[in-house]
Nanobody, 125 residues
Framework: QVQLVESGGGLVQAGGSLRLSCAAS????????MGWFRQAPGKEREFVAA????????SYVDSVKGRFTIARDNAKNTLYLQMNSLKPDDTAVYYC??????????????????WGQGTQVTVSS
């Protein structure tokens, strides 16, 4: 049974930082390309960042470039999202996701097979 479990969300002031983690089990983590998505109330789920299986390729939505960094540790079966210079517009539930498909620059949600339950990130102004 595949499980993706996010952690690290919380309440932070604008300009602050958070690091999200996604612990994977039930799959061969190093065989999967991974992504982070977010969903704010009343909005569609939005692509944030993706990383390939080896960690040597990544992509970001324009709004987080230079502020967020996606990374993975295949030895620990864990995906990360370092979020710096947070803004109130970053407030959302953040989800990690896994896919065996070859990544494209801006993958949409249906591209991914497995999803975590999400972790809330709230940025106050």
């Amino acid at each position: 049974q595949v499980q993706l479990v996010e952690s690290g969300g919380g309440l932070v002031q604008a300009g602050g930082s958070l690091r999200l983690s996604c612990a994977a089990s039930g799959l061969t983590f190093s065989n999967y390309n991974m992504g982070w998505f977010r969903q704010a109330p009343g909005k569609e789920r939005e692509f944030v960042a993706a990383i390939n299986w080896s960690g040597d390729w990544s992509s970001y939505v324009d709004s987080v470039k230079g502020r967020f960094t996606i990374a993975r540790d295949n030895a620990k079966n864990t995906l990360y999202l370092q979020m710096n210079s947070l803004k109130p517009d970053d407030t959302a539930v953040y989800y990690c996701a896994a896919t065996r498909l070859t990544l494209v620059a801006r993958p949409s949600a249906p591209f991914f097979n497995y999803w975590g339950q999400g972790t809330q990130v709230t940025v106050s102004s």
